[in-house]
């Protein structure tokens, strides 16, 4: 029996470990702080982590071949950059093992009328649908049910806006045990990272997003140091004066209290005491530096990494080695269940 059939049975006793991250763009701060510096950290905690690019998902908005190619590279060579071990961690993109999208038309067939219509009341389908207009952005959270539960994965660690898509996975996965009067799937936990949903710094209200708002609301996580200073120093505050606590009246100023918070480790309580009363411009310069400081080195790997495509591309086919040939026995025994064997 091969390592990959040891670590990964089809009904884990312990805890599976799976997500993913669109290669949609640049990896930006939101990406980091809300899921990726968790993989990191997990990878030394559990040793059946599952990390994928979910390249499939890309095509709900409109994106040339070469943006796949280079956004995929990119995320890789960041991720690779953050300290992410591909000897720890499986690391391969969820187009190059084909059970994705097998597990992902059996599902949708499970889905009763009830959950269909739950499907249009889904955040990105609202946001995205009146930009972009085809089938996948209503069935994606079929695929990415798929791209869970494929590795029988237990505890997702995603940002909080991910929860409603893992109580959809678990809806799902309710049907088709219900639909074949079987145990198949086990229920999904949300690994909620530690850092607070990160905003953008053009607009406090909107997330900090690839998909959404302006792009100098983004710190990338390749952008150069200039480029991070001129956004914290544009960032939006407010005319009210020094430093105070408030998100409802501040949500700027507050904004930029949390992310330093996030980025430096150091706690929200902390910070706020050292800032209160403060110029806006003394956080602004903090922040700048604290943030070159931690996307610097990154970035300077990242493109380091990028320079040798073949090193980037091999970690990418071995992971999807490993994938594969847990996704083949995992999709065989589903398909024994249900009859197709």
Known sequence: MSVCRRL??????????VSAIQPTGEPHLGNYLGALKQWVSLQDQHD???FGLADNHVFT????????RQNTLKQTAVLLSLGLDPDK???????????????????????????????????????????????????????MSADILLFHGTHIPVGEDQNIHIEFCNSIAQYFNR???????QTVSQL????????????????MSKSYGKASGVIGMLDTDDQIRKKVKKAVTDS?????????ERPGVYNLLLLLSAVSDTHFREVCRKYEYRNVVELKNDLSECLVGTVGPVRDRALELLGDIGYVEKVLSVGAEKASEIAEKNLDSIYRTIGLK
């Open 89 to 143: 961690v499986i690391l391969y993109k969820h187009s190059a093992v084909l059970q994705h999208t097998a597990l992902a038309w059996l599902l949708s067939t499970a889905a009763t009328s009830g959950l269909i219509s739950k499907l249009r009341m889904l955040p990105q389908y609202k946001e995205k649908s009146q930009v972009h207009d085809n089938l996948g952005l209503l069935t994606y959270p079929v695929l």
């Open 61 to 68: 908005s409109k994106i040339t071949a070469k943006q796949v």
């Open 192 to 207: 909620l990272t530690t850092s607070p949903r990160v905003k953008s710094l053009a607009d406090p209200s909107l997330k």
């Open 179 to 185: 639909a074949y009067k079987c145990e198949v799937f």
């Open 48 to 50: 059946n982590c599952v």
């Open 8 to 17: 990964f049975s089809s009904c884990p006793a312990r805890k599976q470990i």
């Open 240 to 248: 009210f004066g020094p430093i105070t606590v408030d998100q409802d």
